[in-house]
Nanobody, 123 residues
């Protein structure tokens, strides 16, 4: 079992930045794929970014060059630096973890989820 707890969300103006954190416990995350998803009201949960073994990263096109995923395997924590925020980035941001490296962009393939942290961007 892996427990995930997100933090770092908040309300910012367009163009602002935040650093989201996700602390994992229960197992070492070194070999897990760690990802961020987001869900806006009335919409599906969408892939944002993934870190595979801390070596390879993947991003949705909508956040590429604005968001950066990183991880500290010693602290069992994954981060999402979000820059140049836009109102359309407003959502509940979730951290997710899985073993394996397939279907990284598919939310249904992740067995472990945090409770989410809210990001609200005003224009």
């Amino acid at each position: 079992q892996v427990q995930l707890v997100e933090s770092g969300g908040g309300s910012v103006q367009a163009g602002g930045s935040l650093r989201l954190s996700c602390a994992a416990s229960g197992r070492t995350i070194r070999t897990y794929t760690l990802s961020w998803f987001r869900q806006a009201p009335g919409k599906e949960r969408d892939f944002v970014a993934a870190s595979q073994w801390g070596i390879t990263t993947y991003y949705d096109d909508s956040v590429n060059n604005r968001f950066t995923i990183s991880r500290d395997n010693v602290k069992n924590t994954v981060y999402l630096q979000v820059n140049s925020l836009k109102p359309e980035d407003t959502a509940l941001y979730y951290c997710a973890a899985k073993s394996g490296n397939v279907d990284l962009r598919f939310a249904g393939s992740y067995p472990y989820w945090g409770q989410g942290t809210q990001v609200t961007v005003s224009s």
